[in-house]
């Protein structure tokens, strides 16, 4: 009896400090926001915090209303992309600047800061669409995979670093589940870069493994940070699709198309 009593009497002082303390939250984020400068021109941050508003809104961002938040739907896209398993596909921008160049830095120069950034831009995106209702909610969530050997050599990978911040940004709003290990990459594959689709398809053939015996959720949103072919998300796609899966929504930061 008295101990229900203390508990009643210490959840009530802990939702009085929750209230302290989100004020404080706030302000802090709103300092950190002021303190942080656009990583373009120098200038100080407002909602994301190394990207000015100005800037934000000079980005060469798709217009997804005229596509229904479906890269799939724009006729030219869709040539380029003619064999692709993914349901969906979700790019914020073509391959030019400045994501060519903040995607250089932080797959080259460490820049691994710039995660945040992107996964902020993409959570705002997802949140949009799927407010809009050109998106179902996914149930999980996976990056596309490296094999250990690349891993080992660049030390780490940088879709799994952009799907990290993004399920913190949208793993509880949504019951969305980031699942890092579910797709490995078991074989080796030689780089793709220059290759033909035919090629990279042929590269890819029994490249990954889906390391789950339970079934799985029928939507599934896979992240990486540039779509050239759409080969590897296609080759993942399948072995989803053979495990159960039937929908999948590619999202990549940029899509670097061909023409
Ligand atoms: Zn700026």
């Not at 030219?76 to 903040?102: E, M, R, T, Y």
């Not at 932080?106 to 799927?130: C, I, T, V």
Request: overall charge positive; aromatic content about 6%.
């Amino acid at each position: 009896m008295e101990l229900s009593i203390l508990g009643k009497k210490l959840s009530t002082h802990f939702s009085a400090c929750l209230h302290l303390i989100k004020p404080l939250e706030n302000t802090y984020q709103s300092l950190l926001l002021a303190m942080s400068s656009c990583d373009l021109c120098g200038s100080s941050c407002q909602h994301y915090r190394q990207l000015c508003d100005h800037c934000y809104h000079d980005l060469p961002l798709f217009n997804q209303d005229i596509i229904q938040g479906d890269l799939l739907n724009w006729p030219s896209i869709n040539k380029d992309l003619p064999k692709v398993v993914f349901d969906q596909l979700i790019c914020l921008a073509p391959h030019c600047a400045p994501f060519d160049g903040w995607l250089h830095q932080f797959k080259y120069l460490s820049r691994f800061e710039l995660a945040q950034l992107f996964a902020h831009l993409l959570a705002d995106k997802l949140n949009e669409l799927l407010m809009a209702g050109y998106m179902e909610k996914p149930q999980l969530m996976i990056a596309v995979p490296l094999h250990i050997s690349r891993l080992q050599h660049r030390g780490y990978n940088q879709a799994h670093l952009i799907a990290t911040k993004l399920a913190q940004r949208l793993a509880t709003k949504y019951a969305l589940k980031y699942e890092p290990q579910l797709v490995t990459r078991s074989k080796a594959t030689v780089t793709q870069v220059g290759k033909t689709g035919r090629q990279r398809r042929k590269n890819l053939q029994a490249a990954f493994t889906v390391n789950n015996t339970k079934s799985l959720p029928d939507h599934v949103m896979l992240i990486d940070d540039v779509v050239t072919t759409g080969a590897t998300a296609s080759e993942i796609s399948t072995l989803l699709k053979r495990h159960g899966v039937k929908h999948v929504t590619l999202v990549t930061l940029t899509l670097a198309m061909r023409r």
